[in-house]
């Protein structure tokens, strides 16, 4: 029996994963094909992250189903694999309604927006608004922030990264983050 070209393409990605960064995109997980490893088929389409603030953990997805054509949600402890071609679950069927979870009822209501945040530092300096992050696979932690600057801020265009241990806090409106310019003592040995 020949598996579907979908089963292939996850077993040639899981062979390669090792040289791959465990590190994705938010790209990686909005609007994506949400693929069953039991039909080898699309079952759905992922909408967007369901991000905790307190912790900035993915505990799920909005979906849009392809049978019912409900809003639907994928808890993150259903999620297989993130692939290139979309995210990977066993079967339809882990898929619920959002009145089915309780632990998730706080965190649904907030109904937490990451992208687009204002990003300032402890100092109160404004550094930008959030443009992406980078999230591990395996844990779906987000662990870097991409800022992007003003035009007057930044003349070369580009991004700027924020590591998770930066962040101080995280609120409706705003991420607080260390100042990035942490003043090292003059009398502070360099290490060869």
């Not at 991000?51 to 900035?56: G, H, K, S």
């Not at 999230?135 to 991409?146: C, E, M, P």
């Amino acid at each position: 029996m020949q598996s579907s070209p979908i089963i292939q393409a996850f077993v040639a990605e899981c062979r390669s994963r090792y040289t791959k960064s465990m590190l994705q995109l938010s790209g990686m997980i909005t609007n994506r094909p949400l693929l069953s490893l039991r039909t080898g088929t699309q079952v759905g389409t992922v909408i967007a992250p369901i991000i905790n603030p307190t912790n900035l953990k993915i505990e799920g997805f909005y979906c849009n189903d392809s049978l019912s054509r409900k809003q639907l949600i994928l808890v993150a402890q259903d999620v297989r694999d993130v692939l290139s071609q979309g995210i990977v679950i066993n079967d339809h069927e882990v898929l619920v309604e959002a009145s089915e979870l309780v632990r998730l009822t706080d965190v649904l209501r907030v109904n937490f927006q990451l992208l687009s945040k204002q990003v300032i530092t402890s100092g109160k300096s404004k550094l930008g608004k959030i443009s992406d992050y980078a999230f591990d696979v395996q844990s779906l932690y987000i662990q870097k922030l991409y800022v992007s600057q003003s035009v007057f801020k930044n003349f070369s265009g580009g991004n700027l990264g924020i590591d998770r241990s930066q962040i101080v806090e995280v609120t409706d409106k705003q991420v607080i983050v260390n100042d990035l310019t942490q003043h090292v003592p003059a009398s502070a040995r360099a290490v060869a």
